[in-house]
């Protein structure tokens, strides 16, 4: 049984870190591209960042780049989001994606508040 699960989230104030966590099982995690993705209240869910399967390339969008950082540990089936500098429009619940050519797997999403 494939699954992701989330978990890192929380309320944070603008200038403040969070690192979100994301669990993989039920598949081949090294094989696939990792991407974490966001989505706010009335807007398309968005790529936020992603990473081979070997940790070897990295993709951010322009609004993070500088300030989140995508890593993976295929031992331990995970892939992380560190996240600096947060401001409040970065304030969304971000998913994790494994995806390749087979097919993509989602995960449920964590909650991310940035409010002073």
């Known amino acids: 049984q494939v699954q992701l699960v989330e978990s890192g989230g929380g309320l944070v104030q603008p200038g403040g870190s969070l690192r979100l966590s994301c669990v993989a099982s039920?598949?081949?995690?090294?094989?696939?591209?990792m991407s974490w993705y966001r989505q706010a209240p009335g807007k398309e869910r968005e790529l936020v960042a992603d990473?081979?399967?070997?940790?070897?390339?990295?993709k951010y969008a322009d609004s993070v780049k500088g300030r989140f950082t995508i890593s993976r540990d295929n031992a331990k089936k995970t892939v992380f989001l560190q996240m600096n500098s947060l401001k409040p429009e970065d304030t969304a619940v971000y998913y994790c994606?494994?995806?390749?050519?087979?097919?993509?797997?989602w995960g449920q999403g964590t909650q991310v508040t940035v409010s002073s």
């Open positions: 994606k494994a995806y390749r050519w087979t097919g993509a797997y």
């Open positions: 039920g598949f081949m995690f090294s094989n696939y591209v």
């Open positions: 990473i081979t399967g070997a940790g070897t390339i990295t």
